[in-house]
């Protein structure tokens, strides 16, 4: 189908150009700027920071452009699938970058699996620049754009506290461009005439058909959960959903039926049905999450693990006002104090555990639960999906 | 950083502490008592709310002196006036 993400019926040359066309030569940076700023195209890594500036923010000079498809959020598998379907858009943004820009290195960071979906469609053309492959590990912060610049310079996939700007001085002090996949996907279709691009979905937890799903921009939770099989909007209202993933917010019950309610951050919705307590989700992300942290950065290495040991006390009920008071202070002392965007995300995504469990919180400090069996352990279904 | 510079005059600057460097010694931190505390894990942090959820310190012109002196000071180079 001509303009969607996923839309050609294999990864072959052959069937992307008759689905989408050829690659229409653009005249400059600008007119790429324009097309993306009127299709209102923003990142898909999850920052959504607008496409069309991060462009024109390119310092001149040699300039490196980088394709991201790290994926360290284990509830986001589109990437994958995106490579796996269609890598000929993704090399379809990096050709037509590396033209418009004069980038002297075009390089790309995903797992294995991605590099080698890649690769083997740039063999089927003959206008992709030659591509740097770096294969990433999976941890949840080296798909930070300033970790993947500096895997690619060859140094640790670490985040990097940053002077300047990648724009102007990131791989060897070169003006660098990171770009995650999707975004460089619906480049290529912008670039094509598309409007308004639509997007990818990594939908997991209590549903029958977890998987990646395509839709057109506005569409809610609600009816992404019911592509998904979960049958009654009914059904979504009664348990909890979290969007954006582990970074991300658990939204209100009633939000889920608004357009664009799935749309902050990368396109995760994880669906927490009757079956298991949000709360005790909750914990093991807050666990998952300082378990994660690089451990550069002080506040992130001991605050991350402080936070998730009280957020656990909390859930496990007892003296709710005063673990509540320890939690929040040490939760100030976190955020905004690292070199990446990890102890933000983390303190954002306990912040709208705090505001939207605060019922379950004080069930639990009763001794009760939602989901009376699920106390004592809370499985969390990530990549294997759900029952 | 998300703060905006709107307010402070133009011979106010900011002092930048590298998280990824800093180990919580404490030497600016003496030096920059006004402006410094330790957080709950002995790292610099900001007195007050300007400061805070940041390693951006707004500093005022009667800071630059030990500012300075706290740059150059610092065992691990964490810090710079921007």
């Known amino acids: ?387 | 950083m998300s703060e905006g510079r709107s307010g402070r005059g133009p011979a106010e600057r900011t002092l930048s502490i590298d998280m990824t460097r800093c180990q919580g010694r404490g030497v600016c931190i003496e030096l920059l008592a006004g402006r410094l505390g330790r957080d709950q894990w002995g790292y610099p942090w900001g007195v007050d709310a300007q400061g805070r959820g940041s390693t951006e310190v707004p500093l005022a012109p009667e800071d630059l002196q030990e500012a300075r002196s706290a740059v150059k000071l610092c065992p691990v180079s964490a810090l710079r006036l921007r």
């Open chain 1, 1 to 387: 189908m001509r303009g969607w993400l996923l839309g050609a019926p294999d990864a072959s040359f052959a069937s992307h150009l008759s689905t989408h066309g050829p690659l229409p030569a653009l005249a400059s940076v600008e007119e790429l700027a324009n097309m993306l700023d009127d299709a209102g195209v923003s990142g898909r890594g999850g920052a959504a920071f607008p496409s069309a500036r991060k462009l024109r923010s390119l310092g001149a000079g040699r300039a490196v452009i980088i394709a991201n498809g790290s994926e360290g959020e284990p509830l986001s598998t589109k990437d994958a699938v995106l490579l796996e379907r269609s890598p000929h858009l993704v090399l379809d943004a990096l050709t037509l970058l590396a033209a418009l820009t004069g980038a002297t290195t075009v390089a790309v960071r995903a797992p294995e699996a991605g590099l080698r979906r890649l690769s083997q469609a740039a063999s089927e053309r003959s206008d992709v620049p030659a591509l740097v492959l770096s294969p990433s590990g999976g941890g949840f912060v080296e798909g930070q754009a300033s970790a993947v610049a500096s895997a690619v310079a060859g140094r640790a996939a670490l985040p990097v506290w940053r002077k300047d700007r990648l724009a102007t001085a990131g791989v060897d002090g070169r003006p660098t461009l990171v770009s995650n996949v999707e975004t460089l996907a619906a480049m290529a279709l912008v670039a094509r005439g598309a409007g308004a691009s639509t997007r990818l979905y990594s939908i997991s937890g209590n549903v029958p058909v977890p998987g990646v799903y395509e839709a057109r921009p506005g569409t809610s939770v609600v009816e992404l959960l019911q592509r998904a099989g979960v049958a009654e909007p009914q059904t979504v209202v009664q348990g909890s959903v979290l969007v954006g993933g582990f970074h991300g917010q658990w939204i209100q019950p009633e939000r889920a039926l608004e357009p664009g309610s799935a749309e902050p951050g990368a396109g995760v919705v994880h669906f927490v049905g009757r079956e298991r307590c949000p709360l005790n989700v909750s914990v093991e992300i807050a666990h998952f999450l300082a378990g994660s942290s690089a451990g550069q950065c002080g506040p992130c290495r001991f605050g991350l693990p402080d936070v998730a040991a009280r957020f656990e006390a909390l859930a496990a009920g007892g003296w709710v006002q005063e673990a509540l008071q320890g939690l929040v202070d040490t939760m100030a002392q976190v955020a905004g104090r690292g070199a990446c965007a990890h102890p933000d995300g983390s303190v954002r995504f306990l912040e709208s555990c705090l505001a939207q469990l605060a019922g379950e919180i004080q069930r639990h400090a009763r001794g009760e639960c939602c989901v009376r069996q699920d106390r004592a352990a809370a499985p969390l279904s990530g990549r294997e999906g759900s029952r």
